[in-house]
């Protein structure tokens, strides 16, 4: 929670540290980082719990087959709402990436950990794996018909160049406003963490009458620490309902 010199740093805690050294493949650095180690925790984390949780597969449901189920019909009713039917067969992408967001997000909450999706380079390339996928799977689904996305019925001749211009910067656009949603969000709650953190910190410095006035940011912190839980849930959800969204356009054509 703080720099090496003791003092509460805000931004240190973005800092990203190798935890390997010398590892590179034709000169190119792939060292392990803490990053890397916090997103491989936060796959075997989502594992384990939802493994455990639907082991036993009981008629009456134990609390972790419970939440496990809970997930499952959420996303898959998300899934259903946005795609219809013929999205059903893209629901173990979809959760894999909610529940894999949800993990990062919620575990970098944990002091001393690392929030990955807090990283401009991990929401992005989550953003362009979708959008890759998207891609993909329309061409796969439609053939080349799938382009004809970008060119809308019922456009005047003389304003089709402008609309499809306008359909291709939004169709290309996504990636970044999908992964910088995620990024921003994150980076701004955890920062505002630690900057209320170090005011608590430095009125318990002053002695007994500074702990007295350093209980107030530290009960706000606590209700923040709640705003951003519900926050690491809500922007997971974000994440997942726009996938949905955008893989709608790979699933049907409409104009």
């Not at 796969?140 to 003389?158: A, E, Q, R, T």
């Not at 949603?181 to 410095?205: C, D, E, P, Q, Y």
Request: charged share 10%; hydrophobic share 55%; with cysteine.
């Amino acid at each position: 929670m703080s720099d090496p010199t003791g003092k509460v740093d805000p931004i240190h805690q973005f800092v990203i540290v190798p935890i390997t050294e010398n590892w590179n493949i034709a000169g190119y650095d792939i060292n392990f980082t803490n990053s890397s180690l916090w997103m491989v925790i936060a796959a075997v984390v989502s594992i384990t719990l939802l493994t455990i949780g639907m082991r036993k597969k009981a008629l009456i449901p134990t609390r972790g087959q419970m939440a496990a189920e809970i997930f499952y019909e959420f996303i898959s009713k998300t899934l259903n709402e946005n795609t219809g039917k013929k999205g059903r067969p893209y629901f173990p992408f979809v959760f894999t990436i909610f529940t894999f967001v949800l993990a990062a997000n919620v575990l970098g909450l944990f002091p001393h950990s690392f929030t990955p999706t807090s990283q401009l380079i991990v929401t992005g390339a989550l953003a362009i794996l979708v959008f890759v996928t998207v891609i993909v799977l329309g061409v796969y689904n439609h053939g080349l018909k799938w382009f004809s996305m970008f060119v809308p019925h019922g456009v005047p001749w003389w304003l089709m160049p402008f609309i499809i211009a306008l359909e291709l910067v939004s169709f290309f656009v996504r990636p970044l406003t999908h992964s910088v949603r995620l990024f921003a969000n994150m980076m701004a709650g955890h920062m505002m963490l630690k900057i209320i953190i170090g005011f608590s910190v430095t009125a318990a410095s002053a002695g007994w009458i500074g702990v007295a006035f350093g209980l107030l940011p530290a009960a706000f912190d606590a209700i923040m620490l709640a705003f951003e839980l519900f926050v690491a849930g809500l922007q997971a959800y974000v994440f997942a309902i726009l996938t949905c969204i955008y893989l709608k356009d790979s699933v049907d054509l409409h104009h």
